[in-house]
């Protein structure tokens, strides 16, 4: 019997992004179109008659803009949702308000007349949309009550905790997961880096965001900058996120070197370097993610005495990375989302436990 084929629901106002999306799914072999729609009020009706799996959806839409459409799906019919995004400031904003709303990913608009771009997106569309079929949702931000932020460290804890450092990978969901932990960081939380999977502009509007939102400072990182407690550093898009010395304090070394696990910036990156510079004054923690990316990264840290955390399968939007890191034991321990967070600092509180 052959398996089930995921069935696709694509949404968009251009008629040439319609055509190239459904030119893209009709060419995977587990997947098929079973609808197109040019704005969300077809697409509703449709959502109804056809029961997709997976919906690619555009953000400017006619009658109804795609924002307002996820959030009456995702309240009325939740279903995985790739977001199809413009690469512009306001289009990354409204990706990022997206996946606040529910949708699992987002890929950049296809570059329409370039073979190899469209080939090289592609497989990126095709991957998502897989991914997205076998994801769970998770509750709207909205939907979510508010928690408490940590406590502070205090006087000692916090003299400790300025000698360590916490860096966090995350893929697919990784946003929102990032997101749920550095809201409720205390202000003098250990310099903490983060590498996403994320295009230039994304991960700049992404870091804006999370700084209005925390209490410690959030910042795309900037190549040779020291780092700080009280501050995260976010990878920027295209380029590898990594720990240096300088002097006697780490500080942050961008390059453009190639892909590692086909990522740019990858996690394995940012965890080696931790688990070579820092060991155990670290603290690694690997979130949702489709593939491999920082498992062995974070092995590596658990090798050098760093404390390591991997999200659990049950809060996970996509159980790959964590996953893998779980199976080869690079993860001490595995937790929900939500209590990832408190369980740092609880070892940040207790020193001498971190490198138990």
């Known amino acids: 019997m052959s398996q089930r084929k995921i069935r696709v629901l694509i949404v968009d106002d251009s008629a040439l992004v319609r055509s190239l999306l459904a030119e893209i799914v009709a060419a995977e072999h587990d997947m098929e179109v079973v609808g197109v729609a040019r704005d969300p009020v077809i697409a509703r009706t449709l959502v109804r008659e056809l029961n997709p799996d997976v919906i690619t959806l555009d953000v400017e839409m006619p009658r109804m803009n795609g924002l307002e459409f996820l959030e009456r799906l995702m309240r009325l019919r939740p279903t995985p949702v790739v977001m199809i995004s413009s690469v512009t400031q306001s289009g990354a904003d409204a990706t990022l308000r997206a996946l606040e709303l529910g949708a699992v ?81 205390p202000a003098d939380c250990p310099a903490t880096l983060v590498t996403l999977h994320m295009p230039p502009e994304f991960t700049r509007r992404f870091a804006a965001r999370l700084d ?54 990858s996690v394995d990156v940012l965890f080696g370097s931790a688990a070579q510079l820092a060991g155990a004054d670290a603290l690694g923690v690997l979130l949702t993610g489709m593939g491999k990316d920082g498992a062995h990264g974070l092995l590596r840290m658990r090798e050098a005495g760093a404390w390591t955390i991997a999200q659990d399968e049950a809060t996970s939007v996509v159980f790959g990375m964590p996953r893998e890191a779980i199976e080869m034991g690079a993860a001490r321990q595995v937790l929900p989302i939500g209590a990832i967070a408190p369980a740092l600092f609880e070892r940040l509180a207790k020193p001498g436990l971190v490198r138990a």
Not at 168 to 185: D, K, P, Q, Y
Not at 225 to 252: F, N, T
Request: glycine residues 12%; proline residues 7%.
């Open 212 to 265: 209005g939102l925390c209490r410690i400072g959030v910042r795309e990182a900037q190549d040779g900058e020291r780092v700080l407690p009280g501050h995260a550093y976010i990878a920027p898009g295209g380029r590898h996120l990594a720990l240096k010395l300088s002097g006697r304090a780490y500080a942050v070394s961008l390059s453009d070197d190639p892909p590692v696990n086909r990522h740019r910036p």
């Open 105 to 185: 990913d987002f890929v950049a608009k296809p570059k329409l007349g370039i073979a190899e771009g469209v080939s090289r997106t592609a497989a990126e569309i095709a991957g998502k949309i897989r991914a997205a079929a076998r994801s769970r949702l998770r509750a709207p931000r909205a939907e979510a009550p508010a928690r408490p932020p940590l406590a502070s460290l205090g006087a000692a804890a916090g003299a400790a905790s300025s000698e360590k450092l916490i860096c966090i990978g995350a893929s697919t969901g990784g946003t929102e997961a990032v997101r749920e932990m550095l809201e409720i960081f």
